[in-house]
């Protein structure tokens, strides 16, 4: 791993970590390459700021849960062979049901180039540390479709109060959010602005 980056589970212990894309429940339906191991990691810029979230979102009743953090470049070039394979639809209903995976790029819900390969980029959401559920954001993580909107209509108010709690806390600690995505946050600051990593995940 290069010097500047990060263990997250190191640094923030208390979140959860559900590594999608080294599982095989993520809209490709299969280990992602360069997923070895089904760690987060991050630089250490990006870290320390996702640690002052946890910190603000712990004395409001919340962990954090990441679903993916840095991403190397060879898991891009993977979900592009994906998107070209038409004859593979094994996960469209539960990721992509109204939408044709070619024009997934277009949408722009995958990037040929990722802000998760300078590793500073972090998709994530909230628990209910009194519960243990995962907070109701009104669709799920990496679901391709209007809803998954920051702004969408097509979730009620709760949900949207909920988007808000982790919206918030992520833009007060210098996160800028993604509008197509509510899950996903990338460092302002990031050190490394232009570089696009492509080690493995281990």
Same mark, same amino acid.
């Given at each position: 791993?290069?010097?500047?980056?990060? +263990?997250?589970?190191?640094?923030?212990?208390?979140?959860?970590? @559900?590594? $999608?894309?080294?599982?095989? !429940?993520?809209f490709?339906?299969?280990?992602?390459?360069?997923?070895? @191991?089904?760690?987060?990691?991050?630089?250490?810029?990006?870290?320390?700021?996702?640690?002052?979230?946890?910190?603000? #979102?712990?004395?409001?009743?919340? *962990?954090?849960?990441? +679903?993916?953090? +840095?991403?190397?470049q060879?898991?891009? !070039?993977?979900?592009?062979?994906?998107?070209?394979?038409? %004859?593979?639809?094994?996960?469209?209903?539960?990721?992509?049901?109204k939408?044709?995976?070619? !024009?997934?790029?277009?949408? %722009?819900?995958?990037a $040929?180039?990722?802000?998760?390969?300078?590793?500073?980029?972090?998709? #994530?959401? *909230?628990?209910?540390?009194?519960? %243990?559920k995962?907070?109701?954001?009104g669709s799920?993580?990496?679901?391709?479709?209007?809803i998954?909107?920051? !702004?969408?209509k *097509?979730?009620?108010?709760?949900?949207?109060?909920?988007?808000?709690?982790?919206?918030?806390?992520?833009? /007060? $600690? %210098?996160?800028?959010?993604?509008? /197509? @995505?509510?899950?996903?946050?990338?460092?302002?600051?990031?050190?490394?602005?232009?570089?696009?990593?492509?080690?493995?995940? @281990?």
């Amino acid at each position: 791993m290069p010097k500047g980056f990060v +263990y997250l589970d190191e640094l923030i212990p208390a979140a959860q970590y @559900e590594i $999608r894309y080294y599982s095989e !429940n993520n809209f490709v339906g299969r280990r992602i390459d360069g997923y070895k @191991e089904p760690f987060a990691i991050m630089t250490h810029t990006g870290a320390a700021a996702l640690k002052g979230v946890s910190d603000d #979102l712990a004395a409001k009743g919340y *962990l954090l849960k990441v +679903y993916d953090a +840095y991403r190397p470049q060879k898991a891009v !070039n993977h979900f592009v062979r994906w998107s070209q394979d038409s %004859g593979d639809l094994k996960m469209k209903q539960q990721y992509y049901p109204k939408l044709d995976k070619r !024009n997934l790029f277009k949408l %722009g819900f995958i990037a $040929r180039k990722s802000g998760h390969s300078r590793g500073s980029t972090v998709d #994530l959401t *909230l628990v209910d540390i009194k519960t %243990g559920k995962t907070v109701d954001m009104g669709s799920p993580f990496d679901f391709f479709g209007d809803i998954s909107y920051y !702004n969408t209509k *097509l979730i009620s108010k709760t949900q949207q109060a909920n988007r808000k709690i982790l919206r918030d806390a992520m833009v /007060k $600690r %210098g996160f800028k959010p993604y509008s /197509k @995505e509510w899950w996903h946050f990338t460092l302002m600051k990031e050190p490394y602005a232009k570089t696009y990593f492509n080690f493995d995940v @281990e």
